[in-house]
């Protein structure tokens, strides 16, 4: 059975690695095809217990493949209190984008949001592939939006102060939805203390237990 379920987990990335969709089948028509060659990133794992749920790769992650290699993925670490060698073990940690490619810069220079094509083809597929997640770290507002389902706030704020609700429901994994850990966030983090003094603490050991 052991065998089985490794194969599946070989055949999904090989599908996901191969996945050009966003190039080849735009959602929104031609005009909207990802304008450079699909770099599919994603960590899927037969045995982590906490799935790190982002919104897609940020250019640097799209030149090295590998997720988080960035100042936001300093400062998630300094959230999670691990170190790199612990972060980046798919042991401990799965690391799974709501868009697994790159999706280019805006008109002002700012990241795009996740390519609408990759949701609905593979995330149930990837967690359908991974039961044992216990915890789900929601990083951002596509992410809280898919994982908590319809009773996710419209504001990432309110989500996020909310975050015990998410976390202590029954049915599935634990859900808990964090901002983005981008220098764009400063501001945010500055004006919501209680992120700091009451969530950090509790996703710090939630993460040592279920890491050790």
Not at 6 to 32: M, N, Q, V
Not at 106 to 133: F, K, N, Y
Request: hydrophobic share 40%.
């Amino acid at each position: 059975m052991a065998d089985s379920g490794a194969h599946h987990l070989k055949e999904l990335r090989a599908a996901i690695a191969a996945c050009r969709i966003c190039r080849d089948s735009p959602a929104r028509g031609e005009a909207h095809r990802l304008p450079h060659e699909p770099r599919p990133v994603a960590v899927i794992s037969d045995s982590a217990r906490i799935l790190i749920a982002g919104q897609a790769p940020g250019l640097r992650v799209h030149e090295s493949g590998l997720p988080f290699n960035d100042a936001s993925g300093d400062r998630l670490r300094q959230w999670l209190a691990v170190d790199r060698p612990t972060f980046y073990d798919p042991k401990k940690f799965a690391i799974v984008p709501m868009g697994f490619c790159f999706p280019g810069y805006d008109r002002h220079g700012s990241d795009l949001p996740p390519r609408r094509e990759c949701a609905p083809l593979w995330r149930q597929r990837v967690m359908d592939a991974m039961p044992q997640i216990e915890l789900v770290l929601a990083i951002g507002h596509y992410a809280q939006r898919w994982h908590i389902g319809q009773d996710c706030p419209a504001s990432m704020t309110e989500t996020v102060q909310n975050w015990q609700r998410y976390v202590m429901r029954n049915a599935g994994p634990a859900v808990l939805p964090i901002p983005h850990p981008s220098w764009r966030n400063t501001a945010w983090l500055r004006r919501n203390p209680w992120f700091e003094t009451d969530l950090l603490p509790f996703l710090r050991a939630r993460v040592a237990r279920l890491i050790s």
